[in-house]
């Protein structure tokens, strides 16, 4: 006998498994895709029309772990792609993991024979302040060692959620009400930010559908029953060991990418600018 749904008040859209089936889902389309231009600039159509992909990316060796991505956003075919995390708790080493998953993305595009760069768009949708910054939008990008030259190649977005309260930024009104929905845990609420807003009524309509969801509801709670032990040990337990392992692979891509500038053709002194290492490194890179 399977056990009856609770109809429930209220849902952490923040939780790993409500926000990655939220945003991927074809319901939410329209208030992502708002969401998504208004922070980058890209088309709304481009991204309504965009491939939402699982998160899993490519593996460079058979014994490798798996690379999970939340979400994966192909916005042409070879041209442009954007990837979202949601990061609830900072572990130490979210904001790196995701910075390699980015690059892993462009070294593989590199690989595909395009004349010209792909780009790669990286948001972190961020639960709590790294920066210690004041602004709730926090926006970076690639540049040369001297800062004369901007590397559109990989662009990051830190969405820094506990500062939208911030009064001293203008931010657009799209941007806030996404902002507003995701941190809405109560359904009553949810309605009445969505109200009067097909885009939004349609993504608070998925948002109740997944709350009675057996399949679902059982992901979601054993998220939120588990999450903090499992973040808090992964952070004291297993931190020094996080910590190597994303230096090395940070190390990797770092040298795969110099690697692919070389075969498009960059000069060295580009390329050191670029990937901030010394002209000696870059050609002992290449060598080996």
Request: charged share 35%; with cysteine; hydrophobic share 35%.
């Amino acid at each position: 006998m399977v056990d009856e749904i609770i109809k429930r008040d209220e849902i952490d859209i923040l939780n790993d498994a409500c926000f990655k089936s939220l945003f991927r889902s074809v319901e939410a389309r329209g208030m992502v895709s708002r969401f998504l231009s208004a922070l980058t600039g890209i088309s709304k159509e481009r991204f309504l029309n965009a491939e939402y992909v699982g998160g899993e990316l490519t593996k460079k060796k058979l014994t490798e772990r798996g690379k999970i991505a939340d979400i994966i956003i192909k916005l042409d075919e070879e041209d442009e792609t954007c990837i979202v995390e949601m990061n609830k708790y900072d572990t130490g080493d979210i904001i790196e993991k995701n910075l390699s998953y980015a690059f892993s993305v462009f070294n593989e595009s590199t690989k595909k024979g395009i004349r010209k760069w792909p780009k790669v768009i990286l948001i972190n949708i961020d639960n709590f302040n790294r920066f210690n910054a004041g602004e709730p939008i926090i926006e970076l990008e690639m540049r040369d060692t001297k800062n004369k030259y901007n590397i559109d190649i990989v662009k990051v977005y830190h969405i820094v959620l506990e500062n939208f309260d911030n009064l001293n930024y203008n931010i657009d009104k799209e941007i806030t009400k996404f902002v507003e929905f995701i941190k809405t845990s109560k359904f009553s609420d949810l309605e009445k930010i969505s109200k009067g807003d097909n885009d939004y009524m349609a993504g608070y309509r998925k948002v109740e559908d997944l709350s009675t969801d057996p399949e679902f509801i059982g992901y979601y709670d054993y998220e939120q029953a588990h999450q903090d032990d499992l973040e808090m040990a992964e952070y004291t337990g297993l931190k020094k060991g996080i910590e190597q392992g994303t230096q090395l692979g940070i190390e990797q891509t770092k040298k795969e990418l110099v690697i692919n500038m070389k075969e498009k053709g960059l000069s060295l002194e580009m390329i050191a600018d670029i990937s901030n290492l010394s002209i000696e490194e870059v050609e002992k890179i290449i060598n080996n």
